[in-house]
């Protein structure tokens, strides 16, 4: 894999518990990827270039699985890219 990591969001969603009961915290991140010259978005369990998942979404790697070949990767995080 080929891919370089340079960040992610974090959002943050609160959903009502039924029948009165405590306020559910959702959490969705997103991954902000490079191929290249190619900018990649894809969240938790997304599914991108039909071949890769990604598993794990942390502030300083992410983890993806090539669906194909049944490894994973973790990536560092990239401080010195330049968009």
């Known amino acids: ?4 990591y340079y ?7 609160y959903r009502s518990g039924q ?6 915290e959702i959490r969705q ?5 490079l191929d290249g010259d190619s900018i990649l978005i894809a ?3 997304d599914v991108f ?14 983890t993806i699985e090539d669906t194909q070949f049944k490894s994973t990767q973790t990536i560092k995080v990239q ?3 330049a968009l």
């Open 1 to 4: 894999m080929t891919f370089k």
């Open 49 to 62: 270039l039909k071949r890769y998942r990604v598993v794990r979404i942390e502030r300083d790697q992410i």
């Open 19 to 24: 029948k009165g009961g405590r306020e559910a």
């Open 79 to 81: 401080d010195n890219i």
């Open 7 to 13: 960040g992610f969001k974090e959002s943050v969603a």
């Open 43 to 45: 969240g938790e369990n």
């Open 29 to 33: 991140r997103t991954a902000f990827l």
